[in-house]
């Protein structure tokens, strides 16, 4: 039998420890076995914390000097491009955050060099390992194929800004004096904005690229965007076999809430999904399914029991397994590089740049 899968982490800065570090550390066929992190106080701290054996100024001496399973590397996506150079030459999977990378053109020379490795990599979009994603995907493919309650006919999502935190950093080791390294590399801009244009995207991307994710997510198909309006909160979107769909961003904030949804509707009923903050912990989202499907029968509502199990713990699972060969990565690199195309579309219509 094989032993536990050996995870090197890249980074565990703010969200690589309560994102990440914190949910790999409890899972028992896992072993967290280095990390490299410049910042030499809070390398150390954490790794006494979580009973990590080696710690590495950077991600090439730990690559050097350690035999891994699989890379958890959680860094500022603008420097993927930089980053990924190197750990694809270890030939073993990787889990970042979301998005692929900072720009289109970055994210097409990842694609290139993951190609060259033989490896693969997972895409930290959570929400798809949340186990209300998972129970509302698998709702709505049985829908489209019994056709019961109708064609699917509309996607509605609604990201409000809030407390996306939850109390999530309560457990955050920062390190006492430590000094940030001023010697980070960064991608380069993309060579199609200017400035503005490109810190509109940035922006974008950072917020929303969730949500441009989860909607090919849950259509089950690509699409392209139609419309943006001038105030920056509606992107309009037709999916592949013609089905509208949307994205509501900032139509208000919360400040101790967090209330994102979707609606899937279909002509006799729908599925709606509510997620919890990215960072809540032991809480799953929820799904409420109407089947109305006519001719005298009683329609009916009706809203699983999901168990407690909060998607970044979910997420960590599904990786240490698919690096084991037992499951597939919710999302890839070549799916990740289409939200990056969305994205750039969608910032096209809404600045005309």
């Known amino acids: 039998m094989k032993s536990k899968i050996r995870i090197g982490f890249v980074g565990v800065g703010t969200m690589g420890q309560c994102a990440h570090l914190r949910n790999y550390a409890a899972i028992p066929d896992c072993e967290v076995v ?59 999977p990787i889990l970042t955050e ?41 709702q709505i493919e049985h829908f489209k194929e019994s056709g019961e309650i109708g064609k699917l006919s509309y996607i509605r999502l609604v990201m409000p800004p ?19 390294p001023s010697n980070l590399e960064w991608d380069p801009a993309s060579p199609d904005m200017d400035p503005p244009t490109a810190k509109a995207y940035e922006i974008f991307v950072n917020y929303y ?33 013609g089905v509208t769909a949307t994205i509501e961003m900032n139509p208000y904030t919360t400040t101790v809430d967090w209330q994102e949804s979707a609606l899937i509707a279909f002509e006799r009923g729908y599925v709606k999904l509510e997620l919890p903050a990215p960072l809540a912990y032991t809480r799953c989202g929820r799904v409420e399914v109407l089947r109305d499907p006519g001719n005298g029968i009683t329609p009916m509502k009706s809203s699983p029991i999901l168990p407690k199990v909060h998607a970044m713990r979910q997420q960590a ?20 590089l289409e939200d990056l195309k969305i994205a750039r579309e969608y910032i096209r219509l809404w600045t005309g740049k």
């Not at 809030?162 to 940030?180: K, M, P, R, S, Y």
């Not at 699972?317 to 990740?336: D, Y």
Request: glycine share 8%.
């Open 34 to 92: 280095a990390l490299a992190e410049p910042l030499e106080n809070r390398a150390s701290e954490v790794a006494s914390h979580y009973g990590i054996p080696r710690v590495y100024a950077n991600h090439n001496e730990m690559l050097a000097a350690e035999k891994l399973d699989g890379i958890v590397a959680s860094q500022p996506f603008e420097r993927h491009g930089v980053l990924m150079q190197d750990l694809l030459k270890a030939g073993i």
């Open 98 to 138: 979301k998005p692929l990378a900072g720009s289109v053109e970055v994210g097409e020379k990842i694609l290139r060099q993951l190609a060259e490795s033989g490896s693969w990599h997972m895409l930290g979009y959570h929400k798809r390992s949340d186990p209300a994603t998972i129970w509302a995907k698998e």
């Open 162 to 180: 809030g407390d996306w935190i939850a109390n999530g950093f309560l457990e955050l080791i920062t390190g006492q004096n430590d000094v940030a």
């Open 209 to 241: 690229i969730h949500q441009v994710n989860l909607l090919r997510h849950l259509l089950g198909e690509s699409y392209r965007v139609t419309f943006a309006d001038k105030a920056g909160k509606l992107l309009v979107a037709e999916s592949l076999s």
């Open 317 to 336: 699972i599904t990786f240490i397994n698919a690096i084991k060969g037992e499951a597939k990565p919710p999302c890839g690199a070549a799916e990740a």
